[in-house]
């Protein structure tokens, strides 16, 4: 049976993982982190730094969704 995303309950303890603390943070960037950050980089006028970690690319994606108005 399969589940929509929209239907799964969130966390119920709330746990929301720093970048820092993600086991696989060290690894590069997922295609779609990456296609993300170019989008949301292009919008904001500024360059992608090469050779992001999966958790560097997080960060900033949150800054540029931030600075672009994306992901309120």
């Known amino acids: ?17 720093n970048p820092e ?16 950050l170019h989008t949301l980089a292009r919008e904001a ?3 992608v730094p090469d050779a992001l970690t999966k958790a560097e690319a997080s960060r900033r994606i949150d800054e540029l969704q931030e600075e672009t108005g994306r992901g309120r």
């Open 1 to 17: 049976m399969m589940t929509d995303r929209n239907d799964q309950q969130p966390d119920p303890r709330g746990a929301i993982k």
């Open 21 to 36: 603390q993600w086991v696989t943070g060290d690894e590069p960037p997922t295609a779609a982190q990456e296609s993300y």
């Open 45 to 47: 006028g500024e360059e």
